[in-house]
């Protein structure tokens, strides 16, 4: 009686060969690359919305300031117009070094008008961005 081995055929295959392997870790590599560059623009535009905000923030704030208690304006038609409320130029995080803000006041109507509405416009200026709030008071 002869014994049978149990073999397996040679051309049968079992697990992943080395280029399905390497195809694998490629196409891994492909996802991550693109995964990490999907969260670095993303995390850039929620940064650049936070220091928007907080511009915007800040230049609300000034224009309050003023339209609380709306300034002396000169007589329209003479000089010192338009009038600086406010102007400054400091480092405030998180938006950088040299935010310059600026508060400014003029007639909101030409002088041939009898209303003498004035507008007030706070600005702050970052990075080459300018946020702007105005508002009228009489």
Do not use: W
């Amino acid at each position: 009686m002869t014994s049978h081995a149990l073999s397996h055929p040679k051309d049968s295959q079992s697990g992943f060969s080395v280029i399905e392997l390497l195809i694998a870790i490629f196409f891994a590599s492909v996802a991550l690359v693109v995964f990490y560059q999907l969260f670095s623009t993303t995390t850039e535009a929620s940064n650049d919305a936070q220091r928007f905000a907080k511009a915007s923030d800040i230049a609300y704030g000034n224009l309050q300031k003023f339209t609380k208690k709306p300034p002396s304006m000169p007589v329209c038609g003479t000089s010192g117009l338009p009038m600086t409320l406010l102007s400054t130029s400091s480092t405030i995080e998180p938006l950088g070094p040299k935010v310059v803000q600026a508060v400014v006041a003029t007639y909101a109507f030409p002088c041939s008008q009898p209303v003498n509405v004035v507008k007030i416009e706070s600005t702050v200026t970052y990075r080459g961005i300018k946020v702007s709030h105005a508002s009228f008071v009489n």
